[in-house]
């Protein structure tokens, strides 16, 4: 655990502080909410100590800034399971949860309308005239 502020050095940065700079955890979160259209689907604690997103469902623990370099260079499951293999990234908590919040947050990514009542009459008729179709079809 990290020092309380009795015992650690009054001129030593607090926790998840990174020195005076803006805690890592934040600053990722930060980065990633427009690519994931909100929040994280889980919670993260980064290697200076800091931690943002849900506060509820497992942790993924970033220990290492090269884990960043990993997901980045070889986005998705290939660059997920190196940075898990070499102990850059760990999960505290249901690992089976943490991946289909995962997938979940990326497959969210990829559909275009949020509610059914979202969906415009057209673009139903349309795949109701497809399913017809395809029903029809020897």
């Not at 050095?9 to 700079?21: E, K, N």
């Not at 100590?49 to 290492?64: C, D, I, Q, W, Y």
Request: aromatic share 2%.
């Amino acid at each position: 655990t990290a020092p309380s502020a009795e015992t650690r050095p009054a001129d030593a940065p607090a926790p998840g502080t990174a020195g005076g700079r803006e805690p890592v955890a934040s600053a990722l979160e930060e980065a990633l909410r427009p690519v994931l259209r909100g929040g994280l689907p889980v919670r993260l604690r980064a290697w200076d100590g800091s931690v943002a997103g849900p506060a509820e469902g497992p942790t993924v623990l970033v220990h290492r800034p090269d884990a960043l370099r990993r997901l980045l260079w070889s986005p998705g499951e290939l660059g997920a399971a190196q940075a898990f293999v070499t102990g850059a990234v760990d999960v505290d908590g249901d690992l089976g949860e943490a991946l289909d919040r995962g997938r979940a947050a990326v497959a969210a990514l990829k559909a275009r309308y949020a509610t059914r009542e979202e969906v415009p009459a057209d673009v139903v008729e349309n795949e109701r005239r497809i399913a017809e179709q395809t029903a029809k079809a020897p």
